[in-house]
């Protein structure tokens, strides 16, 4: 069963580049990598997502090294509005449609 | 606008009884989802249908039932056999390789 890691918080100030890295060691070969933004009683909403090299647009970029056994929100400038729950969520398994979510990484930006 | 809707917003349920979580989209999706989240937790799969009239169970079934009669809705039931049903419900479908989630559905035992 895929599990990913992220750190559990992060705190940062407002202007300031974030970076959540999240570890997903045992991906299937042709899964994506997605990531999700949550705020508080609602639900997650879909940010960005890739498969390899660096993805970028609107709101975020995603880096995913050649391993891709791990990869890394980037949020440029937060502000307060991006105190949120973040996930990246895998599929339960090869050929599932299923995403199991962990417990996110808990942001908060600080002005 | 196309998107999920969920109601009602609060429920509250008292022991014994059996309530209904309603789910509707009209993305025209044909995946359909049900997660439950309990506070500073994750969110943990319930149910899945991905056809009409086709559904599976995920990983805490246990105390829930849904349907999928209609390609647009899928509620779900949670019975008196669920123990601790106090939480957050959230409905999602699912087009390509991303989910699109409702606003959510909290439940309160009282």
């Known amino acids: 069963l895929a599990k990913t890691t992220q750190p559990v918080s992060m705190d940062s100030y407002e202007g300031q580049e974030v970076n959540i890295t999240c570890s997903h060691n045992n991906i299937a070969t042709n899964d994506y990598i997605t990531w999700y933004q949550q705020f508080p009683s609602q639900g997650p909403r879909f940010i960005i997502q890739g498969y390899k090299t660096k993805v970028t647009n609107e709101v975020a970029s995603l880096f995913i090294p050649a391993d891709r056994k791990s990869s890394t929100l980037s949020l440029p400038r937060v502000s307060l509005s991006d105190t949120a729950v973040y996930y990246c969520p895998l599929y339960s398994g090869a050929g599932s449609y299923q995403l199991t979510f962990g417990k996110g990484t808990k942001l908060s930006v600080i002005p | 606008d196309g998107g999920i809707t969920q109601s009602p917003k609060y429920l509250f349920r008292k022991e014994g009884q059996n309530v209904t979580l309603s789910c509707e989209q009209n993305?025209?999706?044909?995946?359909m989802y049900w997660y439950r989240q309990d506070p500073g937790q994750g969110l943990r799969l319930i149910y899945y249908?991905?056809?009409?009239?086709?559904?599976q169970k995920g990983d805490i079934a246990e105390g829930y039932s849904v349907s999928r009669e209609k390609k647009e809705s899928f509620p779900l039931t949670v019975t008196s056999a669920q123990k601790n049903p106090t939480a957050f419900y959230l409905c999602a479908s699912l087009l390509g390789r991303y989910y699109t989630f409702g606003s959510g559905t909290r439940l309160t035992v009282v």
């Open positions: 993305l025209n999706h044909d995946a």
């Open positions: 249908s991905q056809i009409v009239n086709d559904f």
